[in-house]
């Protein structure tokens, strides 16, 4: 038996207006502020690692829209919105099952990551998943970087992981609803 369409689950990405009133309710510092410097993502092989940058300004040239996923942020971000927003974060599995349900388009192989309600879940960001078994956070839906030919992200079976700590220009996450 299926449940009726006002109880199932839904993912929703996390926006840079939602994280910003988190952290101006806590004061709360992300691992890339810790660190001063985080990942930029010039194309799916090469990167920079600049200092200063996060969550505002993700690419370290455009400060982030308010209406955009929130990136620049590691798993323990995540964790600690989840904790304040009283939100929990999916598991590889569960992403998965709840992404086939969104027929918009795949955004990738993009130039650029798109408005949020333009697109698939799957595609535009890579979205932190919880740790599976032995305990690696693996990341889930693929880039607006990806293609068939580099990560092929938007590929379930796909595996890439992440340590609590890393920070990206391309990665952020999506809290269940």
Request: glycine share 6%; proline share 5%.
């Amino acid at each position: 038996m299926s449940l009726p369409s006002c109880l199932e689950e839904s993912l929703h990405i996390v926006t840079v207006e939602e994280f910003k009133q988190f952290v101006d309710d806590t004061g709360y510092k992300t691992d890339a502020e810790k660190y001063d410097w985080s990942i930029v993502q010039q194309n799916i092989v090469d990167f920079q690692i600049l200092g200063g940058i996060d969550w505002r300004c993700p690419d370290g040239f455009h400060y982030a829209k308010d209406k955009e996923a929130v990136r620049q942020v590691s798993y323990n971000d995540a964790l600690a919105y989840c904790n304040w927003a009283q939100k929990e974060i999916p598991s590889y599995s569960n992403y998965w099952d709840i992404a086939e349900k969104d027929t918009r388009p795949i955004n990738a192989n993009s130039p650029e990551i798109l408005p949020l309600d333009q697109v698939n879940l799957v595609g535009n960001i890579w979205e932190l998943t919880l740790p599976d078994k032995l305990d690696r956070i693996r990341l889930a839906g693929g880039s607006y970087l990806c293609n068939p030919n580099s990560c092929n992200g938007t590929n379930q079976n796909r595996e890439l992981h992440v340590d609590r700590t890393t920070g990206n220009s391309h990665i952020g996450f999506a809290v269940l609803q």
